[in-house]
């Protein structure tokens, strides 16, 4: 069954400054989606950022608050900064743009600040997806919940103390094309019925 889902096609449509039409195989975007570390230096298309911030937003989120903001960095000093910055983000020397998902807590008075982890980890997972299948490699990269990382991530990018940089996902094309799909599945993670 899986592998007759795999080849199940949803066709989306994708606004950019023009409207295209797509054919994804969500499925396989799914299952051959890799965290990619090395990137050629070529930088990401705008329209293409565009497409990939637009999955970020189409995720759900807790009564729909959608309680996330998104920088978007593509300038070479600010790529080199945050690389400088941050220990584990050091693939930005040679990615092309990188999208800062961030926490807005106070977006309502209920749900955002309960939520906002969970929303944000969403929209950055459809980023991911989106990245990948639009042929470029992305990571996520964590700033949140390490304060010195968050408190970099703000002074670079001056990102207000209300707003929480949660990561700092790097794009670009994948140097390395060796990195290779994974199959994660695990029977024993899986209890039919009950525990
Ligand atoms: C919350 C979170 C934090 C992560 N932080 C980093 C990070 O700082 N640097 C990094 O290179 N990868 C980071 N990753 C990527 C994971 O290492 C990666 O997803 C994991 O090894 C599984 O590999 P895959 O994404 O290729 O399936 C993070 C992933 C998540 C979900």
Redesign the pocket.
């Known amino acids: 069954m899986a592998n007759e889902l795999l080849f199940f096609r949803i066709k989306t449509i994708i606004k950019t400054g023009k409207e295209f039409f797509m054919n994804i195989d969500l499925l396989n975007v799914i299952y051959t989606?890799?965290?990619i570390?090395k990137f050629t230096g070529e930088r990401v298309k705008e329209d293409d950022l565009e497409a990939i911030l637009r999955a970020g937003m189409s995720a759900p989120s807790a009564v729909n608050v959608q309680p996330w903001a998104f920088v978007v960095v593509t300038g070479r000093g600010l790529l080199d900064e945050l690389c400088g910055a941050?220990p584990?983000?050091k693939?930005l020397d040679k990615a092309g743009a990188a999208i800062i998902v961030c926490g807005v807590p106070d977006k309502d008075d209920t749900y955002a600040k309960d939520y906002w982890i969970m929303d944000c980890?969403l929209a950055s997972g459809n980023i991911l997806l989106a990245a990948h299948a639009l042929g470029y490699g992305a990571?996520?990269?964590?700033a949140y919940v390490d304060q010195e990382r968050v408190r970099s991530v703000r002074r670079i990018l001056s990102i207000p103390e209300n707003i929480i940089p949660l990561?700092v996902i790097p794009i670009g094309i994948p140097a390395d094309r060796d990195?290779k799909p994974?199959d994660?599945f695990r029977r024993e993670n899986i209890h039919w019925e009950k525990w």
């Open positions: 989606r890799r965290s570390r941050l584990y983000a693939m980890s990571v996520w990269t964590a990561n990195v994974v994660k």
